[in-house]
């Protein structure tokens, strides 16, 4: 698949990415791939494109602000409402294309950047369809149950330290994005085969984190089409979670349950999920 170097402003910031597109067609539509909360392009979204680029559709990626090519300072830092912008930002920069079908634009997002596809979906009118993969729909019970009862008041302290000294010039704190055993630990050693993965995410990504509800834009996605790929066992973004706010998504919709674990989609189930995207976007882009 041949790619080429993209590049866009959003709040000032430049978004630097890739752009693969079919051959033979003179206006592509064209699906924008998004990583999660510590995701870049450079891990897996080539993957994605491929089966997408092959069946005739264009495919958009860029790294999110402070990570990966694009620019931004905290480096390491994720600001779930900077990024939804600057998503909006992409489907304004795809739009302006030439070589791109403007009504024809196609959301693709997984874990964090899933719950991002909920929200746009229901505030964008110019996406015509969307797949929301094993998403973050809670930011508030997620990071509850990521932060122990035990541990969360200390956490909490952190965060506001964190806050008082970023005040008086330090620099920010930040914790490792994949723990040691983890499976995100897991999915770094199998995935990352360019070394290209920074292992730091700062403190504060967490307490915009706990800010973040795409849940509560559920019911505003209708009448887009809305593909949710749910993995059963889901303990990053739990499952049962995630199958609340698809009972609150109206139609048209699709739920799609996999047999596996969050990052399983990336690994051993990659081929089920990426076919599952791929059949939504036949049917409704």
Excluded at 133 to 139: D, I, M, R, T
Excluded at 149 to 163: N, Q, T, V
Excluded at 215 to 230: C, E, G, N, R, T
Aim: glycine share 6%.
């Amino acid at each position: 698949m041949d790619k080429e170097d993209i590049v866009f402003v959003s709040e000032g910031i430049e978004l630097v990415g890739w752009m693969a597109r079919p051959s033979g067609i003179s206006k592509h539509p064209l699906v924008i791939l998004l990583h999660g909360l510590s995701g870049v392009i450079d891990l897996d979204l080539e993957r994605y494109a491929e089966i997408f680029v092959d069946a005739g559709y264009a495919c958009l990626a860029y790294d999110h602000r402070n990570w990966g090519r694009s620019a931004g300072w905290p480096r390491g830092e994720s600001d779930p409402w900077r990024q939804v912008a600057d998503l909006r930002e992409a489907i304004s920069y795809a739009r302006a294309l030439p070589e791109i079908d403007r009504e024809r634009i196609g959301l693709w997002g997984t874990s964090y950047a899933g719950g991002h596809v909920l929200t746009v979906s229901a505030l964008d009118n110019r996406v015509r369809c969307a797949v929301s993969q094993v998403p973050l729909v809670s930011g508030s019970r997620t990071f509850d149950a990521w932060v122990s009862r035990e541990r969360r008041d200390k956490f909490l302290a952190r965060i506001d330290a964190d806050r008082d000294a970023r005040r008086n010039g330090k620099m920010p704190k930040t914790i490792p994005a994949a723990l040691p055993n983890s499976e995100t630990e897991e999915w770094i050693k199998r995935n990352d085969v360019n070394n290209c993965y920074h292992n730091e995410l700062t403190v504060r990504s967490f307490d915009l984190l706990r800010c973040y509800e795409p849940i509560a834009f559920a019911d505003k996605i209708s009448p887009l089409p809305l593909l949710m790929i749910v993995a059963a066992n889901d303990r990053t973004t739990p499952t049962h979670w995630q199958r609340e706010a698809f009972e609150r998504i109206s139609k048209p919709k699709r739920l799609v349950e996999i047999d596996c674990r969050h990052y399983d989609v990336y690994m051993d189930n990659f081929a089920e999920a990426a076919t599952s995207a791929l059949e939504w976007y036949k049917e409704h882009l």
